[in-house]
């Protein structure tokens, strides 16, 4: 049983009285809310330290279906080096800061953040809960945080944007062998509001995954995460009428094209009228010929772990990447993070904002849509709290002058 009861307070605002009282406080933060919510014994649905969400997750979800979310490449060495990378920067505080009317608000690529965290296109959440990602785009435009759907979605690209409304949604393209399920891909996109288009580059083909291996689990073969293929015009036609089995076998034969090359790259930019963002670079080369091809952003991540076993932790991968092309595109970060402490170590080596990944899909599985918001607005006051403890009223005050990094292990400091 799951120790955590009761169900999420609503959010209300607060308002001074009085004859001064031109303008509201702000609103009440989470951490407020959860203790007041505590004097008539109402807990929050979930634990407030996120990375007690893996271990509940597991005891409420199908065995494959978690494996799924939670493994990774080979031996899970590089999830562990995410994991390192965070621990071995440690934040210093800086004391006597007015910290008394912060804001963390920018705005990335057209998108406006109140705090710089979006949700990174995790694929086939109806693997975690039914409502897959129409709950999470309902709590991303409900908190207004940015969701960025993948191609591996369960539920076709158009119906994520319904739900997602009036909020700030982007496309991650798995490119697809087929050019003119590509083309319609970005067409479909487009036209259903998705503004910043992602590419993946690290999925071209799956990595080697124990987990899913010894469960011969790959959901795609049971007809989870096909949605936008099998909703896409052009997918269809190639068809020629067969069914459902046979839709299934022709995308596993087009998901994914190891033959691209950064040659391809002007396919996208004459197709796609907005940013177009690159998810995967790893070395300070890929993020400069990223740069030379007019890319508007990158995206530093490892894929959370799950394609290359033995990689770089990718926080590590995160500073030569900036110095090299941070004041020429948008660095975004993604991979391990799972607190407030770590996104503002990524914002001080000089990410712009971060993705968060794992966490929300265990949120989602946990308490649906709750769950989602949860873990975003946990993470928002953690991150905020951590700001201003640390003595940064703002995000310019960030640098890697914030933090200090331990010694490799074995070595004295």
Known sequence: MIGFAGAIAPFRPRRLSGDNDRMSQPPESYQEEIYRSGLADVLPVLPCDLSALEHLARERMAPQAHDYIAGGAGTGDTIRANAAAFRRWRIVPRMLTDVSGPSYASAVLGAQLAVPVLLA???????????????VARAARSLGTPMILATAS????????VANGGGTRWFQLSWPRDRQVAASFLRRAQAAGFSVLVLALDTRLLGWRPRDLDNAFLPFLRGTGVQNFLSDPAFLAGLGGAGQAAAIQRRMQVFGDPSL?????PFLRERWDGPIVLKGIQSAADAQRAVEAGMDGIVVSNHGGRQVDGGIGALDALPPIV???????????????RSGADIVKALALGARAVLIGRPYAYGLALAGEDGVRHVLRALRDDFELTMRLAGCASLADLSPALLTALPPAGQEP
């Open 121 to 135: 296109p995790v694929g086939l959440l109806r693997l975690a809960h039914p409502d897959g990602e129409l709950a």
């Open 154 to 161: 369960s539920v076709a690209m158009e119906e994520a944007a």
């Open 261 to 265: 090359t950064w040659d391809d790259l």
């Open 323 to 337: 110095a090299a092309v941070g004041s020429r595109t948008t660095v975004l970060f993604d991979s391990g993070v």
